[in-house]
């Protein structure tokens, strides 16, 4: 397929996350490459999900004392060791991506790991940052996503980090000025302010996780106004080293306002961007997003002028709307049967997808939001209920004033279109309602035709459920 000077394979895979998955006992006696630049494993083992409730359970450890005095159990919190947590964490994930890379680049004798960025030179051709040529018949790309930095003097500074670098840090920060107002931002408040940092969280709208729901959107934003220092309305205009070796992070506001924090570490938390602009997919014909993301079809095939490129794959967040773990394995499933049935295709149609935020409370989310239900739906056909934890007898144990339950129907059918909790435990509870939405039961018969333990905090999906305005099963 080559000459000389190019290395010819038969399977190349861009990414060492969940692409490193499509290396299935199919390839055995086949060459097969896997390109990664980063920290082997991919962004979900090393500086995502993983080490992110590593980080964020003994947080919420942490946080305990600080909700028992209200109910008369008198705990304290006396330190938190940063660095123990820190090293406890790393040492075993460090292991299992170092362990990963000897597996498959010395061990077995069919895949070769690259460690150098690469580009499309061809439609089947990859070039390295060393000149290596690289070709291959299939070529996957799963090369992920990486944090958004905001073009503001400073962003560069050694004090300013993403979620790349913060979990690493020497020491926990005195004073730690988040800038951003979505997920990554929100988990990071929680871990660091429950662990003992000074918190300042900054965004530039009024409320924070504005693409959940407004109902938890809302909420969400009040509580993390009483658990750490919030300043919404504001954007960063410039960061500066003070003398002490802090920086002063300089704010703009509406009609001129200014203001400038103080802090030990910035983390800049505003997003993440596909890394499609490093690949020249302009070189391999391909189509892309608004957005930056490859173009695939419901095979995961990478599009050229609109038609499915023969060979050609994407996965995970290079690709998908939805940067989650779970949403990026399903990808992968999904390609690497494609890749050994190229004559029974299957189309990649799972859903609802859910999500799940692990700050405090936690948040868990799946289908439309009651703004997206009501432009796709119309307002009069659609049944929305709001349950309070608080209503139910496991939130009156806790005593809870701050978790809900809001469930949105299809008034004609039952069926459930959406969920969306926050409080203890939602991530959980959420599960039973994905079930019921993939598998299309009807909001009555899931709360009717089955038992609810009681007094167990999932009687407040049940209570949600037979709140709704929907067709009456036929069950008692």
Request: net charge negative; glycine share 10%.
């Amino acid at each position: 397929m080559g000459t000389d000077t190019t290395s010819s394979f038969d399977l190349i895979i861009i990414g060492s996350g969940s692409g490193n998955s499509l290396v299935t006992p199919y390839w055995d006696g086949r060459r097969v490459a896997i390109i990664d630049a980063g920290i082997f494993g991919g962004t979900c083992l090393n500086v995502g999900c993983i080490p992110t409730k590593m980080f964020a359970y003994p947080a919420t450890l942490a946080a305990v004392p600080a909700e028992s005095g209200r109910l008369g159990v008198d705990l304290e919190l006396r330190s938190t060791d940063w660095a123990g947590i820190r090293d406890r964490i790393f040492s075993r994930i460090d292991a299992i991506s170092s362990g990963g890379f000897r597996y498959r680049d010395q061990e077995l004798d069919h895949t070769t790991v690259i460690t150098e960025e690469s580009r499309f030179t061809g439609t089947r051709q990859l070039t390295t940052a060393s000149g290596r040529v690289l070709e291959a018949e299939n070529i996957v790309v799963a090369a992920g996503s990486r944090p958004v930095l905001p073009e503001v003097p400073g962003i560069d500074l050694p004090q300013v980090h993403t979620s790349d670098s913060i979990m690493r840090l020497p020491t926990l920060p005195e004073t730690l000025v988040i800038l951003g107002g979505g997920f990554i931002a929100a988990e990071f408040a929680a871990v660091f302010s429950a662990l003992g940092s000074s918190v300042v969280q900054v965004n530039r709208s009024s409320q924070l996780l504005r693409t959940h729901d407004e109902t938890i959107s809302e909420r969400f934003t009040e509580l993390a106004s009483r658990q750490w220092r919030l300043e919404t309305g504001w954007t960063a205009s410039r960061i500066e080293e003070t003398e002490s070796g802090w920086v002063a992070v300089h704010l703009e506001g509406a009609e001129g306002a200014t203001m400038v924090i103080d802090a030990e570490a910035v983390l800049v938390a505003q997003g993440r961007t596909p890394n499609t602009d490093r690949l020249d997919p302009a070189s391999a014909g391909l189509d892309v997003h608004g957005d930056g993301r490859l173009m695939v079809d419901e095979y995961q095939r990478l599009l050229s002028g609109g038609a499915p490129v023969p060979g050609l794959w994407a996965l995970g967040d290079i690709s998908s709307g939805q940067q989650l773990k779970h949403v990026a394995n399903h990808d992968q499933r999904i390609v690497s049967h494609n890749l050994e049935h190229p004559d029974d295709l299957r189309a990649n149609t799972l859903g609802p997808i859910p999500s799940a935020v692990f700050t405090r409370p936690q948040i868990g989310s799946a289908g439309l939001t009651e703004a997206q239900a009501v432009a796709e739906y119309g307002r009069d056909r659609i049944s929305v209920k709001v349950q309070e934890y608080g209503d139910v007898a496991y939130g009156w144990a806790m005593e809870d004033t701050s978790g809900l339950c809001k469930l949105i129907a299809d008034r004609q059918n039952g069926q459930l279109i959406g969920a969306h909790l926050i409080g203890h435990e939602a991530p959980n509870l959420i599960q039973l309602l994905v079930q019921a939405m993939s598998f299309g039961v009807d909001a009555h018969t899931l709360a009717r035709g089955q038992f609810w333990i009681h007094p167990a905090l999932s009687e407040v999906v049940e209570n949600a459920l037979l709140g709704l305005e929907v067709p009456d099963s036929g069950l008692v």
